[in-house]
């Protein structure tokens, strides 16, 4: 792997590796051939054999669309060219901005007011309204707080366009679908997406912002992320907020012009001058995260952020013939420290008899959490929830995390389950407190070993 001090194409040298996903890392770099050197973002994937050419696209793609804009708040693209070190790969170099990403600052604890965060909508929306009325649009679809960076300049810029889009998805074919669990909206789930999710990513990044807490963690009710009681914006602003994020499209702006008019008259309006000064609301302790893990929300509340846990971010390849659903979700090895944490309670009264195997753990109401390490790579781990609704006999059914249906049966010992999407077949045995067995699927996935845990 490459490695700090390297010196690529007798010209960067890497410096820091500041992040690294699936074959890509990300490294602040040096450009020598300026003196003194200039600070650069070096990007590189890595194009191992038997590599699945999705991310490579995703990556040019990136380096493509990154090379026609012009924008005062989108780094530079500056090089692209590929390497062999062992592996072979593909660099890319951009301009490197001074500042702290909008994560980093809430994990340094930074609370922001309500001018900081309209500052941050108003240039986010500027960017946006840029990018989605170039011919054709381009569609960030990873907008989130590790990719929007406070400048040292104090302007706020948008970084990452590793899941760009620049023309429109064809029906029926293949498409990728990209973006981070708790920002991205539904339609996204299914491949599709508009100017306005973008908007719902602005929305729910804001309100990360405003709570402190990340959406994937927030309470939602009919889908609709429950933030109000979290925060000291004024009514105005909750309700743009609201619009914003609506998880139905025909009730978010629909497009970004519309939403930074709407925001520019809430901030004219009287209303603006009566809310809380600044000063009073700044650095407040917060209690927010708490209060949330005391909640105990409804279920489908639990399945919907149980696999939110953390900013996981996916990608995954699906024919578009396929209903709208959210895919796997799929984590490195840096997920452990996630998956030590406690999960929520669910609503639900266990089973009353006493009963041992299969039926202890497959009863109305009972929630299964899965985590699964494919055979042919141990580093990645995928979660889902279950959710069983009903037993009738050796049938049962119920929902998968994604909300759509699961079905199958069981025994003392036997467990079987299908899911229509992907076509996949689930079979194994149980023991009292779990089931174990091979999930096949000839459409989306390679065969592999599942374990499904009791969570209640
Ligand atoms: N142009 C840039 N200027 C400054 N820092 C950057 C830049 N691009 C990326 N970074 C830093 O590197 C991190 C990872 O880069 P990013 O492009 O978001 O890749 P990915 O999320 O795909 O790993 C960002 O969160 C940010 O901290
Ligand atoms: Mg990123």
């Not at 599709?192 to 709570?211: E, F, K, N």
């Not at 900013?311 to 959210?326: A, C, D, E, K, R």
């Amino acid at each position: 792997m490459l490695q700090a001090q390297q010196i690529l194409h007798d010209r960067y040298q890497l410096i820091q590796l500041l992040g690294q996903v699936l074959g890509r890392q990300t490294w602040q770099a040096v450009d020598l051939h300026h003196t003194p050197p200039v600070p650069v973002i070096v990007k590189v994937m890595a194009f191992a054999e038997q590599s699945n050419w999705e991310p490579i696209k995703l990556f040019e793609r990136e380096a493509k669309v990154l090379q026609h804009l012009q924008h005062p708040h989108i780094p530079h693209y500056q090089d692209f060219f590929s390497i062999e070190d062992h592996v072979f790969y593909f660099v890319m170099v951009q301009e490197f901005i001074a500042g702290t990403t909008l994560k980093d600052l809430l994990n340094q604890g930074h609370r922001f007011s309500q001018e900081q965060l309209d500052q941050i909508a108003t240039e986010v929306l500027e960017i946006l309204i840029y990018l989605h009325e170039l011919h054709p649009p381009v569609f960030h679809r990873d907008i989130k707080p590790s990719n929007l960076i406070w400048g040292e300049d104090q302007h706020v810029y948008l970084i990452d366009f590793g899941a760009v889009q620049d023309k429109a998805a064809t029906e029926g074919v293949t498409f990728t679908v990209v973006g981070t669990y708790g920002y991205a909206p539904i339609e996204q789930f299914g491949g599709r997406t508009v100017p306005s999710s973008d908007l719902y990513a602005l929305g729910a990044t804001l309100i990360h912002l405003a709570t402190g807490v990340s959406p994937a963690h927030l309470p939602q009710k009919q889908l609709c992320i429950q933030f109000a009681d979290k925060t000291k914006l004024s009514a105005n602003r909750v309700k743009w907020l609201e619009k914003l994020t609506a998880p139905d499209m025909a009730r978010r702006f629909s497009n970004a012009r519309d939403a930074l008019g709407s925001l520019e008259m809430i901030q004219e309006s009287s209303e603006y001058s009566l809310t809380v000064p600044q000063h009073l609301r700044l650095s407040q302790p917060d209690t927010n995260q708490s209060s949330v893990n005391g909640k105990n929300p409804v279920i489908a509340t639990v399945v919907i952020n149980v696999i939110g846990l953390g900013s996981v971010v996916w990608l995954v390849f699906y024919p578009t013939s396929f209903p709208i659903t959210p895919p796997p979700i799929k984590e490195g090895t840096s997920s452990v420290q996630e998956l030590e944490t406690p999960l929520p309670s669910p609503n639900v009264s266990p089973s009353p008899e006493r009963v041992h195997g299969c039926r202890a753990l497959i009863y109305p109401g009972s929630v299964l959490f899965n985590i699964h390490t494919w055979s042919d790579n141990p580093t990645v781990v995928w979660r889902y929830l279950l959710q069983v609704k009903t037993v009738s006999g050796n049938k049962w059914s119920g929902t998968f995390g994604d909300g759509l249906p699961v079905y199958g049966t069981i025994d003392d010992s036997q467990f079987t389950m299908k899911r229509d999407t992907w076509n996949q077949e689930w079979s194994g045995t149980c023991s009292d407190d779990d089931i174990t067995g091979t999930m096949s699927s000839p459409v989306a996935s390679p065969t592999g070993k599942f374990s499904f845990q009791r969570t209640n």
